[in-house]
């Protein structure tokens, strides 16, 4: 069944090409040490907004330093921390979303209300507080935005957690006398992280957004740390006289939300495809 | 003794409404009594809606009732030992009617059938994948047949999976809820031929909840007739499933249509919809869709009563029948 949808992915061209590109991307990140030009936070102030050449194939910012060196370091920093927070939030909500699906009654009540009150407040501005209280910092706005988006994972996995639980291969297994928490997971589980699966590649790139819109803001990782927001932060100020300087970061970001949301479709069609 | 026996059980629903805080509460099960002998088929009749699935849900220890006591082997079901109900799970299983749900899609189906096994017995792998293929075999299958996802399998071949499931631990007692309803009928008369077999060879009892009164005809020794989550006439020997004579009981036996449409006639189509409105504490459950009420049906509600050995129905008027 397995390699049945590893290839039924190998034929859908645009997952795999954006799978190609992700992986691109991440391989240029971790092997930046090896591969970059030039060295991401030296300021060398002689060569400030050089053009294109050989010993900056993209040119330098405003503090002269090499702009491809920064995009492949950036690289490890943005995705990296997309995933982290990725990884955070999913592991909260499947914990949170299973034990209230699954347990309801005085349990579900009490996490549902807790999230309703996170979701009381817009997305941003409570991550904006939270980061804000923590202080700027790479970290700070990987808790601050876990701290935010678990909610809304939470509440997607107890609605499949809640029509699970009332098919009757879980009333058969709990029949037989399996106890509660081997039925989470033998019977639920597997059912749910497929479609969990789909739901966090498709957001993934709205995290990478995130991020890169947090530390535009100035929260998140500090100068020098190459970081993609943080670049076209940077650049903001010569967008007339040097587009090119917004222009590569802002590729980079784009490419990667639509890689992830290209993938995510394409895991979709694969995985959800004859499912029940 | 007699293998189950339930005592008095009740069970409601409630469904709050968040702005006027009035709860709407439906009495899915009221007050029920019975019993199952060891080697009997006991048939649940009524229509959908009436409780039926519910009262299954309870025996099964999926839904703890309100009040009353499910008996099990002389055991309170619901006020054991944690351990206790486990021993007496072992012998009460259940096949349910959505065969297509009741196997775990992303699993073969020896998974299925050895859950139960693992749970009770420690068995090796090798005696293990034997019993998975005795049980296939007993249910008619092929053992070969273990390693295919529920998806491989028609309907019928599913329910028999469930079956072979269901018999995995030699249960005592098989709950069937609406097990065969959603098989065609020629599917359908197979599973119940394969019931009644494995009835008689492994001594089982059956609780057999249907709506289909032919198919509990078929199957069942004693049959329990239920309305709106009452038990309105029960039959201990199937030998008198003539002598049916509750009016709905009656409406049930109409119901059932004739082979070929040549031979229908007026009462076969007779059809009328449940309405459920709050009821008068004191009027016969039944008032609404009974055509033969009177003056009384409206004052009192009628208990089950006994009209012959073996045989009570909840009826005014039947009383009067047999007192004259």
Redesign the interface.
Known sequence: MLQEKVKGLYRNKPGIISFAVLAVIMLAGILAPVLAPNDPVLVTLDNRFAAPSTQFPFGTDHLGRCVLSRLMYGAIVSLGSALLVMTITITISIIIGTLSGYKGGWVDTLLMRMGDVNLAFPDLVLTLVIAGMLGPGLANIIIAMAAVQWVWYARIIRGMVLSLKERSYVLSAKVAGTPGWLIVVRHILPNIIPHVVVLVTINLGMVVLHISGLTFLGLGAQPPTPEWGAMLNDARQYLRSYPRLIMFPGTMIMLVVISFNLLGDALRDVIEFREG | MSLLKVKQISKTFKSKNFFTHKGRVVEAVKDISLSIEEGMCLGLVGESGCGKSTLGRII???EPPQSGQVIFQGKDFYKTTRQEK?KL??D???V???????????YPVKM?IS??LR??LSLSPSEEIKRIGELLELVGLNPQDMHK?A?QFSGGQLQRV?IA?AL??NPKLIVLDEAVSSLDVSVQAQILNLLAELKRELNLSYLFISHDIEAVYYLADAIAVMYQGKLVEIINDISLFDQLVHPYSNKLLTSVLPSHPRFRTDSCVEFDELHAKPGNANECNYLDRCNCKEQLCFQVKPVLSKLTEGHLAACHKLKEINKA
């Open positions: 099964l220890g999926l486990m799970r072992k009460l299983q259940a349910f009617q959505d065969y297509n749900s009741a196997i775990n899609p992303k299925a859950e139960p749970n009770y996802y998806y469930n499931r995995a631990l």
